[in-house]
């Protein structure tokens, strides 16, 4: 049996050290085997702080994924450089999206994983009037107007749905079920907002569908398999099954009272 925790949209930037620490204690005690962390860790200049202390004081492997938060004030590239930097210094750090092959969390289950990005193709994207922060404060995106943005939002949403395209059927050769650990949630089925599914004014920034239809297309051929897809960045609880063979949590949050998502114990 291996235990596994599961944590998203932390915000660490916006809680005192106290908390950090007390969430930390809650992760040592659920005693897991390894833990899961599913982006929204901190921004660009402490994502590093904040994943060195979750390697220095919990005696598992740490496998994670960036959310958009964790780019803010630099860029996706920059940052994303960085942190595979950092995680040569760090040996149970593993950050999934750099990773090129499926991770053993059991002998039939296995983990796979990739930041995502909204990619404006669901919902009313250029009649929507939300404006995230990305917007602003990501450096591939700041300074576009909604035509000017959608091209580079699509473009990566397409690299973490071709990079998803190519480890899934790979990893569903050596295990009945994948878990798959992703920020934004691939599916409208799974866009929880504010206790309901979100509405055309917020499904382009909340959902990746490029992900979800490679996801969709790769396990109709693999109809006895299993995926499991952890996301967050809505910050609104719910479970999904666009397939019968897919499963998809989206992690609730608060602002300010970061805690463990959920927690699994995969035979």
């Known amino acids: 049996m291996t235990r596994v925790v599961w944590l998203t949209d932390l915000h660490l930037n916006f809680v005192e050290s106290e908390i950090r620490e ?7 005690a659920a005693r897991p ?9 901190g921004e660009a200049q402490n994502v590093e702080q904040y994943l060195g202390r979750f390697s220095a ?20 590239a ?7 930097e950092f995680c040569k210094t760090c040996p149970r750090l593993t950050y999934l999206t750099l990773e090129s092959r499926a991770i053993d969390l059991t002998s039939r289950v296995g983990l796979i994983g990739h930041d995502g990005w909204a990619d404006a193709r669901l919902g009313d994207y250029l009649g929507s009037d939300v404006f995230l922060s990305d917007y602003a404060l990501i450096e591939e995106l700041a300074g576009h107007y909604h035509l000017d ?16 395209g190519d480890l899934l059927p790979l990893a569903l050769v050596d295990y009945e079920h994948v878990v798959a650990l ?3 949630p691939p599916f409208q089925e799974a ?7 979100s509405d055309d004014n917020w499904l382009p920034h909340f959902t990746c569908k490029a992900m979800g239809d490679v996801m969709l297309d790769v396990m109709a051929r693999h109809p ?3 995926l499991t897809v952890l996301c967050g960045h809505t910050h609104g609880a719910g479970i999904a099954h666009p397939r019968d063979n897919i499963e998809v949590l989206t992690g609730g949050a608060v602002y300010g009272a970061p805690a463990i998502t959920k927690a699994f114990d995969f035979e």
């Not at 919990?58 to 630099?74: E, W």
Request: include cysteine; charged fraction near 25%; charge should be negative.
């Open 33 to 41: 085997d390894a833990v899961l962390i599913g982006g929204d860790i």
């Open 57 to 76: 004081r919990v005696p598992c492997p740490i496998y994670f994924v960036l959310g958009n938060h964790d780019f803010y004030h630099s860029s996706v």
């Open 149 to 164: 943005r959608r091209p580079t939002l699509q473009w990566l949403a397409d690299e973490a749905a071709g990079k998803i």
């Open 191 to 197: 866009c929880w907002y504010e206790g309901r599914l």
């Open 182 to 184: 992703t920020h934004v």
């Open 78 to 84: 920059a940052v994303r450089d960085a942190i595979g």
């Open 224 to 226: 006895t398999c299993k």
């Open 22 to 28: 007390r969430l930390l204690d809650d992760v040592i």
